[in-house]
């Protein structure tokens, strides 16, 4: 994964340089991530637990798949080897928003969001991947409040599907 090269964006999400991930200051670094929803067709939500092995957040629920978008690679793109490399979807998921997250300690980055409806089966990363479960959203606004969660998850959950308050 350190030799993975990211782009650098600026305020507006265009890019206006690269850096190697691992290196120092790319943790920080302005850059782009997705987030894949998975519903099935209950209207449950699949949830990821990261695996203990995984740098940032082992162990805490995200969504269904998620990670950087390589340089030169569209959302759309990273989206769909994201799903393939952690759940083993190979789909194209929907586009349907783009929201920039600023996170204390690590400045801003853009998340690219997309769903669909998939029933499975899954086959998940052991690297990447503890296990996926579906959860009902009232599930999800408890095991919140109980449980570790990717900071951008929580984010693009109460953006875009927990009622809000």
């Known amino acids: 994964m350190s030799s993975e090269v990211l782009d650098i964006v ?18 920080v670094a302005p850059r782009r991530i997705v987030h894949v929803f998975v519903f099935d067709d209950k209207g449950r939500l699949l949830l ?10 082992p162990g805490a629920w995200a969504t269904a798949a998620c990670g950087h978008v390589l340089s030169g690679e569209s959302y759309d793109q990273a989206a769909i080897r994201e799903m393939k490399e952690e759940i083993g979807v190979a789909v194209k998921p929907a586009f349907f928003s783009r929201d920039k997250f600023n996170e ?25 991947v503890d296990r996926v479960e579906y959860f009902t959203l009232a599930e999800i606004e408890e095991l919140i409040k109980k449980e570790d969660f990717h900071p951008e998850t929580v984010y693009l959950l109460r953006r875009h599907f927990l009622p809000k308050a």
């Open 48 to 57: 990821q637990k990261r695996s203990q092995t995984v740098k940032f957040k």
């Open 104 to 128: 204390e300690g690590f400045g801003f980055r853009f998340l690219g969001s997309f769903k669909l409806v998939h029933n499975g089966p899954f086959t998940v990363d052991p690297e990447e």
């Open 10 to 27: 600026d305020e507006h999400d265009n890019v206006v340089g690269t850096i190697v991930r691992g290196e120092s200051g790319s943790d």
